[in-house]
């Protein structure tokens, strides 16, 4: 099985043993061995229903699979790799902060709930599911945040990275900073979770 470690704090390093994993079309900073790059196929490799799901959610996510024998290096704009352990539960994760999964997870799309329901607009995010590492990128250090039934939990979506657990998301909408700072545009809307789960954000904006 392919294993991942980290060579500083924003290259992942795989170890391929003729295996294969998923990762961000264009991460490949460097390899060495026998490897082979080619496109994921649909859905980022979930298979047509994903497929057909980010189509019509427009919720896209770009995978090239890699596989053969040797030692693959990802990076993505210098950004913070960070390795998530999944086992048997699910890590829903913006598509753009995701760097490579390894081939026991499965990708496909969810519904994240309505964006204030004045608007009535849908939301959509990536999932992971199953059992293995996930990398994920964050500008800056990740921060892990525990949200228990006593205490919920508000993050500004623009720093938001991913969430895990038994966690129901709601949109709170003209509650930012920046509105009270008088920089909203009456779009505003920040990110409220409930229940018992981890969330995962970067400590810089978008």
Known sequence: MAQ???NGSRVLEVQLAGDAVRALTGSMVAYEGTVTFKNAGMGGG?????A???????ESLELMEVSGQGVVYLASNATEVELVQLQGDTLHVESSALLAIESTLRTDVAFAGLRGASSGQGLFT????GAGTCAVLSDGPMIALEVSPQYPLVVDPDCFIAHRGQLQQSFVTDVSWKTAFGEGSGENYSLSFNGSGIVY????ER
């Open 4 to 6: 991942f470690r980290m």
């Open 46 to 50: 979930g298979g047509l229903k994903a």
């Open 52 to 58: 057909l799901k980010r189509k019509v959610t427009g």
């Open 126 to 129: 990536t999932t992971v599911s």
């Open 201 to 204: 954000i970067q400590p810089a």
